[in-house]
C-alpha cells in the first residue's frame, strides 16, 4: 500500500535552517507530485509547496523564497529545505500525494522554531 513517512523536524532557532524528508513506498514515486502541508494548532492544515512529476514547482508566498522543494525519484524521497526560520513556522509538517482521486498523507514531523 502507499505509504509516506516525512521525518527531519526538530527545534531550531529562529533564523536556523531544518531539511525535512519524505520518503514514499508502494508507488512508482516517478509518476506523481508530492506536496508539503504543515498545520499549526488551532489553524488550518496549509498548502506549502508542491513540485509535479517533471519538476515544477509552487510555493505559497508565506514560505516563498525560504522553503525549496526537490526530489530525488532514485531514492524514492522528496525534501524539503527550510532556511530563515520564524517562530510562525511552528507546525506539524506532512507530505502528501494524490493518486487518480485519492489522497495520502504521511504521519508528520513535528517543527519548533523557538530561542
Known amino acids: 500500500q502507499v505509504q509516506l513517512q516525512a521525518s527531519g523536524g526538530g527545534l531550531v532557532q529562529p533564523g536556523g535552517s531544518l531539511r525535512l524528508s519524505c520518503a514514499a513506498s508502494?508507488?512508482?514515486?516517478?509518476?506523481?507530485?508530492l506536496a508539503w502541508y504543515r498545520q499549526a494548532p488551532g489553524k488550518q492544515r496549509e498548502l506549502l509547496t508542491r513540485i509535479t512529476n517533471t519538476g515544477t514547482t509552487s510555493y505559497a508566498d508565506s514560505v516563498k523564497g525560504r522553503f525549496t522543494i526537490s526530489r530525488d525519484n532514485a531514492k524514492n524521497t522528496a525534501y524539503l529545505q527550510m532556511n530563515s526560520l520564524k517562530p510562525d513556522d511552528t507546525a506539524v509538517y506532512y507530505c502528501n500525494t494524490d493518486i487518480t482521486g485519492a489522497s495520502y498523507w504521511g504521519k508528520g514531523t513535528q517543527v519548533t522554531v523557538s530561542s
Open positions: 508502494g508507488i512508482r514515486f516517478s509518476l506523481y507530485a
